[in-house]
């Protein structure tokens, strides 16, 4: 069982470069969700998923594409990477009214030059 | 819509002491709380949560927090803390039903002093 993970680990990119993101869960979990970790910021929700096919807007949306082709999978977009997008990328997932916790996996950095 | 304010950025604490770390949130509807701790280079993992029910709540690692609806406040707290509690403690809110995420304070970094 290896809950939430994320690939890759770190990345460096230019501007205006794409690039996806993908997060895995392995826990049958309905509900996932995209943050980005800032200095001094907290994290902010960008999007989430309630479900398979399913996808919705969150604090900071701008930017970002995403998808939930499969139940397991929460692939997150960028068309054209700006500085302004560096930052600590978090996955997590939640099976709300049977656990209500969020499990997080481990982070994605992302520079973009 | 929520909020949360965790009022110090920083907490600087010998080890073996006790330590509060504060947080206040507003919501104009009832709201699930959560702390979580991040490890440096990790991801995020929850200390503990609010439901319902009892307002003091036991967590993991000797941690605790208190619900006070009246305060709008859920503080963390630990009566002795040791060198391998250093971290970023976050605490975070959310309205129910889980679909809408978590709303995060700023974090709060605790650093302990041998």
């Known amino acids: 069982n290896a809950g939430v993970t994320q690939t890759p680990k770190f990345r460096v990119l230019k501007t205006g470069q794409s690039m996806t993101l993908l997060c895995a869960q392995d826990?049958?979990?309905?509900?996932m969700y995209w943050y980005r970790q800032d200095p001094g910021m907290g994290l902010r929700l960008i999007h989430y998923?309630?479900?398979?096919?399913?996808?919705a807007k969150g604090e900071v949306p701008d930017g970002y594409n995403v998808s939930r082709l499969k139940k397991q999978n929460f692939l997150l977009g960028l068309e054209s990477a700006a500085p302004s997008q560096t930052s600590v990328y978090f996955c997590?997932?939640?099976?709300?009214?049977?656990?209500?916790?969020?499990?997080f996996g481990p982070g994605t950095r992302l520079l973009v030059l | 819509a929520q909020s949360v304010t965790q009022l110090d950025s920083q907490v600087p604490v010998f080890e073996e002491a006790p330590v509060e770390l504060r947080c206040n949130y507003s919501?104009?509807?009832?709201?699930?709380l959560f702390w979580y701790v991040q490890y440096p280079n990790q991801g995020l993992q929850l200390l503990l949560k609010?439901?319902?029910?009892?307002?003091l709540v036991k967590g993991i690692n000797g941690f605790e927090a208190e619900f006070n609806k009246s305060q709008t406040s859920f503080h963390l707290r630990k009566p002795s803390v040791h060198i391998s509690d250093t971290a970023e403690y976050f605490c975070?809110?959310?309205?129910?039903?889980?679909?809408?995420?978590?709303?995060f304070g700023k974090g709060t970094h605790l650093i302990i002093q041998p």
């Open positions: 826990m049958n979990h309905e509900y």
């Open positions: 975070a809110v959310t309205a129910g039903g889980g679909a809408d995420g978590l709303t």
């Open positions: 919501s104009s509807v009832s709201v699930y």
């Open positions: 997590a997932s939640s099976y709300w009214g049977v656990d209500e916790t969020q499990y």
């Open positions: 998923s309630v479900g398979e096919g399913t996808t």
């Open positions: 609010y439901l319902s029910g009892s307002t």
